[in-house]
């Protein structure tokens, strides 16, 4: 069964970074589109990046635009978000998604097939 692990989350202070990294066991990850949502307490859950499988296309959420980088490396079945200038408001917990069927529609949530566990960023103000 294919699984996506996330990692690299915590605590880190406002004005900080950090980088995710969600990692899959899927043999096809070059063709899969891959996305970063996240989920603050209380709120739904939103899209913060995403990327065709190509590595070509990414998409940025308005409120991470500039601030964060979305990136693959197909031949460690891996896909990166890398935050910058990180705010308390950023706090939640990051989700990757994979949409298999290898499409391009990232903000409808219903289109990703596979969902990692999540991993909580927190930012101290």
């Known amino acids: 069964q294919v699984q996506l692990v996330e990692s690299g989350g915590g605590l880190v202070q406002a004005g900080g970074s950090l980088r995710l990294s969600c990692t899959t066991s899927?043999?096809?990850?070059?063709?899969?589109?891959m996305g970063w949502f996240r989920q603050a307490p209380g709120q739904e859950r939103e899209i913060v990046a995403a990327?065709?499988?190509?590595?070509?296309?990414?998409y940025y959420a308005d409120s991470v635009k500039g601030r964060a980088t979305i990136s693959r490396d197909n031949a460690k079945n891996t896909v990166y978000l890398q935050m910058n200038s990180l705010k308390p408001e950023d706090t939640a917990v990051y989700y990757c998604?994979?949409?298999?069927?290898?499409?391009?529609?990232?903000?409808?949530?219903?289109?990703?097939?596979?969902w990692g566990q999540g991993t909580q960023v927190t930012v101290s103000s």
């Open positions: 998604a994979a949409d298999i069927a290898g499409g391009y529609r990232p903000l409808l949530q219903e289109k990703y097939d596979l």
């Open positions: 990327i065709h499988w190509s590595g070509g296309v990414t």
């Open positions: 899927g043999r096809a990850f070059s063709r899969y589109t």
